[in-house]
Nanobody
Framework: QVQVEESGGGLVQAGGSLRLTCTAS????????MEWSRQAPGKQREMVAG???????YYSDSVKGRFTISRDKAKKTAYLQMNEVNPDDSAVYYC?????????????WGQGTQVTVSS
């Protein structure tokens, strides 16, 4: 069993910063991917940023240059540093962790953390 927990959401003014944390725990032989996505009311969930097992980072165009993903492999934790936020960044932010069990992969999601950006 694997648990994924996000934290760090809250209310922030436009132009401000926020740091989200995603921590995975449980039976985790290896992690191939940790990815942040978000979903605003009435919109589809969209990928925000991710970290592959090999250490490659990727970002959506909407956050590139403003958001930074980092990780602590030993702690099975990923961070999303959000700078220069704007109201369009308001959403529930979810973390997905892809676990490698050698015989296959499983994706695990957290419950999400709400980010609200006031103008």
């Amino acid at each position: 069993q694997v648990q994924v927990e996000e934290s760090g959401g809250g209310l922030v003014q436009a132009g401000g910063s926020l740091r989200l944390t995603c921590t995975a725990s449980g039976n985790i032989p290896g992690i191939t991917l940790m990815e942040w996505s978000r979903q605003a009311p009435g919109k589809q969930r969209e990928m925000v940023a991710g970290f592959t097992g090999g250490g490659n980072r990727y970002y959506s165009d909407s956050v590139k240059g403003r958001f930074t993903i980092s990780r602590d492999k030993a702690k099975k934790t990923a961070y999303l540093q959000m700078n220069e936020v704007n109201p369009d960044d308001s959403a529930v932010y979810y973390c997905k962790v892809t676990v490698d069990y050698e015989v296959g992969y499983n994706d695990y999601w957290g419950q999400g953390t709400q980010v609200t950006v006031s103008s």
